[in-house]
């Protein structure tokens, strides 16, 4: 695929960009923030900007002298600036803030590839400041602008295999696709992982990772991932809170409205892409000889739908939800009071009927069997209109 794919929060993006606010962009590593930004900048910008890379020395240098006057210098007649990677630039909340709260007409975009350092960096300085976009690997409702439906489903089993990062649809080969996400976990995943929290022990990282990828969308016991990996429960427990940080994974808990029968207390864990699953499962084997495919179209219809809610503005609770007698369901939403379950199956032949003791604990909540011939109604309704 050798096209430009327009990425879903573009509009919304420029419409935000604001004199005297802060935009700040967040997501993964390698899931295209900077090439979205470059084609802002080559396209859409008509002003001036100053362009800057966190990550190089000489801008955490010249950024240190918290003047007015150092950053009108710096700035000249420009009023756009564009940080990459702003956090890994010391103290850059206070920097923006002092930036933004003095350079009238100011605009300023940001990126970075840790919620845990921007949060931590640029989120209090900034409250009323900012707005926050999140940005993930390809998502089918960006796809679907370049692809018919035929194609869409012929790349299905590709997407739930190799996941979507951008610069796999530039690849020819499985090996060549393989050989990618091998290196995005081993050398910006962990990397990340390792600068933001001073993590020592890198293999006691990667194997609870792999851990995760092994009970992907089942409910996880902190103790028992603690005792096979030789880590207290309150460290295993902050391990995957970073995980969630840089975006690797993302944590479901239990649904209850205090029915006695209902199981809340463990949560279950999804990745947010199929590829970096399959690379941590070292399983790259077609879903015709796959074990486990129920789960990874679990994994891929969920991120999917993780994706549709924060590129259209869908603001949602979502739960899994079961019972001590194992009734369960997949997904649950809940949005403006009401609850809408979502179960999620890979044989269309299986469409089970809700579980009896959620229909009678909530009657007027909506449910609904996902599979792979109605799955687009549910994560890219763009496509089919």
């Known amino acids: 695929m050798s096209i430009f794919i327009e990425r879903a929060i573009k509009n919304i993006f420029i419409h935000k960009l604001q004199a005297n606010k802060v935009l700040i962009l967040a997501g993964a590593r390698r899931v295209g923030k900077t090439l979205f930004l470059k084609n ?4 859409y910008f008509e002003e001036p900007f100053l362009l800057l890379n966190g990550e190089e020395i000489s801008t955490a240098a010249v950024l240190s002298e918290r003047t007015v006057e150092n950053y009108k210098r710096l700035l000249g007649e420009k009023r756009l600036l564009i940080i990459d990677e702003a956090q890994k630039i010391p103290d850059i909340g206070l920097i923006l803030k002092l930036m933004i709260d003095s350079i009238e007409g100011l605009k300023i975009i940001a990126t970075g590839s840790s919620v845990f350092d921007m949060t931590n960096k640029l989120g ?16 089918q409702m960006e796809f679907s602008k370049y692809e018919n439906l035929v194609e869409t489903k012929s790349r299905l089993e590709e997407r739930i295999i190799y996941g979507s990062y951008p610069e796999l649809y530039f690849l020819k080969s499985n090996t060549d696709k393989r050989d990618y996400l091998n290196e995005i976990v081993s050398s910006y995943l962990l990397k990340d992982i390792l600068e933001i929290d001073g993590i020592k022990n890198s293999s006691k990282m990667l194997n609870l990772i792999r851990l995760v990828a092994f009970q992907n969308g089942k409910e996880v016991s902190l103790e028992e991932l603690g005792r096979q990996l030789g880590l207290s429960r309150n460290t295993v427990e902050r391990y995957l809170d970073l995980l969630s940080k840089v975006f690797v994974i993302y944590k479901l808990p239990g649904f209850s409205r205090n029915l006695r029968t209902e199981i809340v207390k463990t949560s279950r864990w999804y990745f947010y892409d199929n590829g970096i699953l399959n690379t941590l499962l070292n399983n790259f084997n077609p879903l015709s000889l796959r074990k486990d495919t129920g789960e990874l179209w ?3 219809v969920l991120s999917e739908r993780l994706k549709h809610q924060q590129y259209t503005g869908l603001y949602t609770n979502n739960y899994f939800w079961r019972t001590y007698q194992q009734q369960e369901i997949d997904w649950i939403e809940e949005r403006e009071g009401k609850l809408f379950a979502t179960e999620i199956k890979w044989n269309p032949r299986k469409t089970p009927k809700a579980p009896s003791a959620w229909a009678k604990a909530y009657p007027e909540s909506r449910y ?8 687009l109604d549910w994560v890219d309704p763009v496509l089919l209109a």
Do not use: H, S, W
């Not at 409250?127 to 940005?135: L, N, P």
């Open 124 to 139: 209090e300085p900034l409250t009323g400041r900012k707005y926050t976009f999140m940005m993930f690997p390809f998502a």
């Open 298 to 300: 679990e994994n891929y």
């Open 40 to 43: 802002l900048m080559d396209n």
């Open 368 to 375: 609904q069997v996902i599979t792979p011939g109605n799955y």
